[in-house]
């Protein structure tokens, strides 16, 4: 059984990085045809995709946040990771960490992580 797990502080500074930690379990994260990506949910509004990092540790992220996001991933303790930087209360949301699989669209979930922004 594939399991995720996000960990992270829930509450993060303005103008500070935002770090998440997602431990997977039941599977490598260097199988092939896999991505692992983070996705936020802000209150009130639709999922949004992020970025992903794939099998063979390629970053993908979405245009509007390259230039604060950076994923990346420790093979040995099998986890992927989220760095956001710069964040301001519009950052705020619940963030998730998923499996892909390249294809055929996302089929586990991390359980979410509710990231407040406040001084």
């Known amino acids: 059984q594939v399991q995720l797990l996000g960990s992270g502080p829930g509450l993060v500074k303005p103008s500070q990085t935002l770090s998440l930690t997602c431990t997977v379990s039941?599977?490598?994260?260097?199988?092939?045809?896999?991505?692992w990506s983070w996705s936020r949910q802000p209150p009130g509004k639709g999922l949004e995709w992020m970025g992903h990092?794939?099998?063979?540790?390629?970053?993908y992220y979405s245009p509007s946040l390259r230039s604060r996001t950076s994923i990346s991933w420790d093979t040995s303790k099998n986890q992927f990771s989220l760095q956001l930087s710069s964040v301001t209360p519009d950052d705020m949301a619940v963030y998730f960490c998923?499996?892909?699989?390249?294809?055929?669209?996302?089929?586990?979930w991390g359980q979410g992580t509710q990231v407040t922004v406040s001084s």
């Open positions: 039941g599977d490598s994260i260097t199988t092939s045809y896999l991505v």
């Open positions: 998923v499996r892909g699989v390249e294809g055929k669209g996302y089929d586990y």
């Open positions: 990092i794939d099998s063979g540790g390629r970053t």
